[in-house]
């Protein structure tokens, strides 16, 4: 029994281990309410320069290590997609990095989470002036 234990949670470390390593940072107020948004519906752009809306970024989301496979790397950016509905973002922008060396394993994916200006209630809209203004503030201290 504590054999199957053991190579069972070897396997879950091997599966683990190929969906890479990620990291969200909130860069803008997290608490907005949120409109239901389809993940398979959100929009994901690759240039800043697509966005047609004026947007707020309100989190930024890394993948690191992703191996070169393409079924991956589509699953990974499904999941970055739900991510970003529940964090209440209407589109993503997602950029795709190399490895320092220059090769294309691993595979480094960088998102930003964009609320429309145009979906914002007032209250968020306060939000998002605090949350500026603070920002404002704290590099006005440094």
Do not use: H, W
């Amino acid at each position: 029994m504590k054999k199957y234990l053991i190579i069972a949670t070897l396997f879950l470390g091997a599966c683990t281990s190929f969906m890479g390593k990620t990291n969200y940072v909130p860069i803008g107020p997290q608490d907005l309410s949120r409109q239901v948004q389809n993940a398979k519906d959100m929009p994901v752009f690759a240039n800043p320069d697509q966005v047609t809306e004026p947007s707020a970024r309100i989190g930024f989301y890394q993948v690191q290590k992703l191996p070169k496979d393409q079924k991956v790397i589509l699953k990974e950016i499904e999941k970055i997609k739900e991510l970003a509905a529940k964090k209440g973002a209407n589109a993503i922008i997602i950029k795709q990095y190399v490895n320092d060396d220059n090769t294309a394993y691993p595979i480094n994916l960088s998102s930003y989470f964009l609320k429309y200006m145009s979906s914002v209630s007032p209250e968020d809209a306060q939000k998002i002036e605090n949350f500026v203004n603070t920002a404002g503030m704290l590099d006005a201290s440094r």
